[in-house]
């Protein structure tokens, strides 16, 4: 392995309500080639649980939370990401200009130490920032002192400036920080504030994936629970060729399905899928990921190789929708459309993007639950490009009368960019139109296309 960069920085600092510091910031990095859950560090401490953070109050004070990322909460609940690009495990900000977060320790206390986490593979990975300390109590103290606002102005001192930022190699990789003090206190201080800008001037989305933030109170207890460690599971599938994970970190109550039910269904048929949906010279992903997320508030998505679901729902679907719905998301990562780099490329229909995966999924791997049926009643308000079950009916009523490699032609046509309507034409001599008329008749008179 990689021997982390390790980074010292030292600064004097007095405050009128303790005796001088001498405050030291250590910083560790380890490579994103290298970088593995858990936040091992050879200088840093590991992140804690029931550190003073843990009952802090965390407060936005300038600058916009990003969307994609985790609350405030993400930065002192003890819970670490599994994987380095994991947006809903950490907190970030949105925009170019960074922001201010207040931590409010609910009282003056004598603080060891205050270490931070971030872990990202590119340029969201360093942090950069300055922290400043109070006690409240100077007559001109603001709690929350917004931009432009100098906050040594406002009753507040700087404790530290931070910059991990390494200079002769990329920006990705798991960064750790301590803050401390050469003689073990750094203050009496109840109110902290980070004041914390991107990574680069040039890259407006360098805004760091900050993990965790630990905040050691220096009469507290020695003993301090271990880090919650993330409950990620890695497999391979039948017969080895692909490997995935399964992290159920922020649903622990969903671990024992996962291993019971979830994991055997995707090692099956994940290769199923692959061999389902073949291309000239293509190569399906190696590897997946399967996150169980509160930042994600749908059901489930794909991005890439990386499935995020939904805890509540998932929660309530257990004996329904939870595998199938995921079997859905596993044609995602395999079918890789849109990324033809051909002149003329045309960009894949989203119901048929959407119906292969429901088609599949409806009938092949649960036909039994019978979920894309169309009553004769229902008929006369569908159309073939509805998207998802709908679409999945009609291509099962196309393959089912005309072609029983409709999906493996149309998924070829799709990821190299050359679909058009003419291939239903090519395939079964009948326009797409004619087939949508035909299986709307069909539908009609009572038949489902099982």
Same mark, same amino acid.
């Given at each position: 392995m990689q021997t982390p960069h390790c980074f010292f920085l030292a600064a004097s600092l007095c405050f009128a309500m303790t005796a001088p510091a001498e405050v030291t910031v250590v910083h560790d990095r380890v490579d994103a080639e290298h970088a593995a859950a858990g936040f091992k560090f050879p200088r840093v401490p590991a992140p804690l649980r029931g550190d003073a953070a843990a009952k802090a109050a965390f407060? /936005?004070? =300038? #600058?916009?939370?990003?969307?994609? @990322?985790?609350?405030? %909460?993400? /930065?002192? =609940? #003890?819970?670490?990401?599994?994987? @380095?690009?994991?947006? %809903?495990?950490?907190?970030?900000?949105?925009?170019?200009d960074g922001g201010r977060v207040l931590v409010d320790l609910g009282s003056i206390i004598e603080l060891k130490a205050v270490n931070t986490y971030s872990w990202h593979p590119g340029s969201r990975g360093p942090q950069v920032y300055r922290l400043f300390a109070s006690d409240g109590k100077a007559p001109e103290f603001s709690a929350q002192p917004k931009r432009p606002a100098d906050p040594a102005k406002a009753g507040w001192k700087l404790l530290a400036s931070v910059d991990t930022r390494p200079k002769d190699s990329p920006l990705g990789g798991q960064y750790g920080v301590s803050i401390a003090d050469s003689a073990g206190s750094l203050g009496s201080i109840r109110y902290l504030l980070f004041d914390i800008v991107r990574t680069s001037d040039?890259?407006?989305f360098g805004q760091t994936f900050f993990s965790e933030i630990d905040i050691i109170d220096r009469n507290a207890s020695s003993v301090v629970e271990a880090p919650l460690a993330p409950l990620i599971r890695a497999i391979e599938t039948e017969g080895g060729a692909y490997r995935f994970t399964v992290d159920t970190t922020e649903a622990p109550d969903l671990t024992e399905w996962a291993d019971r039910e979830l994991i055997p269904a995707m090692q099956k048929w994940y290769p199923m899928i692959v061999n389902m949906l073949p291309g000239d010279r293509y190569v399906a992903p190696k590897t997946f990921s399967i996150v169980f997320t509160d930042g994600y508030k749908g059901v489930a998505a794909t991005m890439g190789n990386r499935i995020e679901g939904n805890p509540p729902w998932?929660?309530?679907?257990?004996?329904?929708?939870?595998?199938?719905?995921?079997?859905?998301?596993?044609?995602?990562?395999?079918?890789?459309?849109?990324?033809?780099?051909?002149?003329?490329?045309?960009?894949?229909?989203?119901?048929?993007?959407e119906g292969i995966s429901d088609y599949i999924r409806w009938y092949l791997y649960e036909p039994q639950s019978?979920?894309?049926?169309?009553?004769?009643?229902?008929?006369?308000?569908?159309?073939?490009?509805?998207?998802?079950?709908?679409?999945?009916?009609?291509?099962?009523?196309?393959?089912?009368?005309?072609?029983?490699?409709?999906?493996?032609?149309?998924?070829?046509?799709l990821r190299e960019g050359r679909y058009d309507e003419e291939l239903w034409k090519t395939r079964t001599n009948h326009a797409l139109a004619e087939l949508a008329d035909e299986w709307k008749k069909s539908l009609e008179a009572g038949g489902t296309a099982k």
């Open positions: 407060t /936005l004070v =300038d #600058g916009e939370r990003d969307g994609n @990322g985790g609350s405030l %909460a993400r /930065l002192h =609940d #003890g819970a670490l990401p599994a994987v @380095g690009d994991n947006p %809903a495990a950490n907190f970030f900000f949105r925009g170019s040039t890259d407006a998932y929660r309530s679907q257990l004996q329904g929708e939870a595998i199938g719905s995921l079997v859905h998301e596993l044609v995602h990562v395999v079918q890789q459309y849109g990324q033809a780099r051909r002149p003329g490329a045309t960009r894949p229909p989203g119901w048929l993007t019978k979920g894309c049926e169309i009553s004769p009643r229902r008929a006369a308000t569908v159309k073939y490009d509805d998207s998802y079950r709908v679409s999945a009916n009609f291509l099962n009523f196309v393959i089912g009368k005309y072609d029983r490699n409709l999906i493996s032609e149309l998924n070829a046509a």
